[in-house]
Nanobody, 120 residues
Framework: QVQLVESGGGLVQTGGSLRLSCAAS????????MGWYRQAPGKQRESVAT???????NYADSVKGRFTIFRDIAKNTVYLQMNNLKPEDTAVYLC??????????????WGQGTQVTVSS
């Protein structure tokens, strides 16, 4: 099993910055993709940013130019640097990791989520 632990959420004013981190642990052989998703009250979960083991990234249009995803492969950790935050960024942010476990089985794991609140 693979566990993900997120940290770094909180309350920030409009225009402020936060950095989220997510560390994966457990029976991991390799992680192919890590990403951040968010879910606001009454809305569907949406992809914010993803990054592959090769370093390819993908961002939601709403965060391009403001958010940056990067990862430390050796530490099985992914980060999300969020700048120029807006009230519409308020949501629970969840980390996801997909890859191959040590027993050659695929995994697709989620963290428990961390709250980001941006005040106007």
């Amino acid at each position: 099993q693979v566990q993900l632990v997120e940290s770094g959420g909180g309350l920030v004013q409009t225009g402020g910055s936060l950095r989220l981190s997510c560390a994966a642990s457990g029976r991991i052989f390799t992680i192919n993709t890590m990403g951040w998703y968010r879910q606001a009250p009454g809305k569907q979960r949406e992809s914010v940013a993803t990054i592959t083991s090769g370093g390819s990234t993908n961002y939601a249009d709403s965060v391009k130019g403001r958010f940056t995803i990067f990862r430390d492969i050796a530490k099985n950790t992914v980060y999300l640097q969020m700048n120029n935050l807006k009230p519409e960024d308020t949501a629970v942010y969840l980390c996801n990791a997909a890859g191959i476990g040590s027993m050659s089985s695929r995994f697709d794991s989620w963290g428990q989520g961390t709250q980001v609140t941006v005040s106007s």
